[in-house]
């Protein structure tokens, strides 16, 4: 069973930056494919990001490229979201998970092929 625990989150004004953090407990996550998704009231949940298990490759919905980077420090057991020049529109609450198996390209993107699930944290960017 894995554990996976959300930091770094808050209020931000427009056109900031926060970072988030994933760390993992109970097995290591370093042979897991790992993603960022975000839910916003009365929106449904949305992919953000997501990358391999070696971090080589990264994928990211349109409308945080350019803005977010995501990466990994497997010898820590912690997945970082860096979010970079903030929208109201991003305002979300942001939970990580984590796939046990292989994924497509397409496939990282849908949440229902995620495993092990953090309880999500806010955040906000005020206009």
């Known amino acids: 069973q894995v554990q996976l625990i959300e930091s770094g989150g808050g209020l931000v004004q427009t056109g900031g930056s926060l970072r988030l953090s994933c760390a993992a407990s109970g097995r290591t996550i370093s042979n897991y494919r790992m993603a960022w998704f975000r839910q916003a009231p009365g929106k449904e949940r949305e992919f953000v990001a997501a990358?391999?298990?070696?971090?080589?490759?990264?994928y990211y919905a349109d409308s945080v490229k350019g803005r977010f980077t995501i990466s990994r420090d497997n010898a820590k057991n912690t997945v970082y979201l860096q979010m970079d020049t903030l929208k109201p529109e991003d305002t979300a609450v942001y939970s990580c998970?984590?796939?046990?198996?292989?994924?497509?390209?397409?496939?990282?993107?849908?949440?229902?092929?995620?495993?092990?699930w953090g309880q999500g944290i806010q955040v906000t960017v005020s206009s």
């Open positions: 998970a984590a796939a046990t198996t292989y994924l497509t390209s397409v496939s990282y993107t849908q949440y229902r092929n995620y495993d092990y």
């Open positions: 990358l391999s298990p070696s971090g080589g490759n990264t």
